[in-house]
């Protein structure tokens, strides 16, 4: 059993703001975000470590990451996105999709943060990508 906050996301149990789902990945909006618009990509299998991931899942992932950088430049309208593993925080292989502007100086990859107002904010951010999804 995936008991970690990941886990309850994916079996439901807890909310999230998701942007993406399929049968093998979800995708959602950090609650913490960098900036607005962080997204979180998942698999659905629990992975702890990167190191311990399938290459076929890996490299599907990492499609799928691709994929969705360029919706997330289409509806944020952000330059790029910058993408991180931490794992600091949450025993569940995932990958962070910072979107970032150009203009930024001293790029950090988790720092500083930028909170949403509120959750209607949250969600206006989730469907901003989620309309751009092909
Ligand atoms: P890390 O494990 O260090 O890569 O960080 C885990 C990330 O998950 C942090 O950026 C948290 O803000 C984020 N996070 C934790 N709980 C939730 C949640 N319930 N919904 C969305 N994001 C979360």
Not at 51 to 70: Q, W
Not at 72 to 82: F, I, N, W
Not at 89 to 102: A, C, D, Y
Request: charged share 25%; aromatic share 8%; glycine share 6%.
């Amino acid at each position: 059993m995936n008991d970690t906050v990941f886990g309850k996301i994916i079996r439901g149990e807890i909310p999230a703001t998701k942007v993406y789902e399929d049968d093998d990945f979800l995708a959602f909006l950090d609650i913490n975000p960098v900036t607005k618009g962080h997204t979180l990509l998942i698999p659905k299998i629990q992975y702890v470590w990167i190191h311990e991931v399938p290459d076929d899942i890996i490299s599907a992932i990492f499609v799928k990451a691709k994929e969705l950088i360029n919706t997330m430049r289409r509806g944020l309208g952000c330059d790029y996105v910058q993408l991180g593993v931490v794992g600091n925080e949450v025993p569940h292989f995932h990958i962070h999709l910072i979107p970032r502007s150009l203009s930024e100086t001293n790029v950090q990859t988790m720092r500083p943060h930028e909170p949403y107002e509120n959750l209607e904010e949250m969600q206006l951010f989730a469907e901003k990508i989620k309309k751009e999804l092909i």
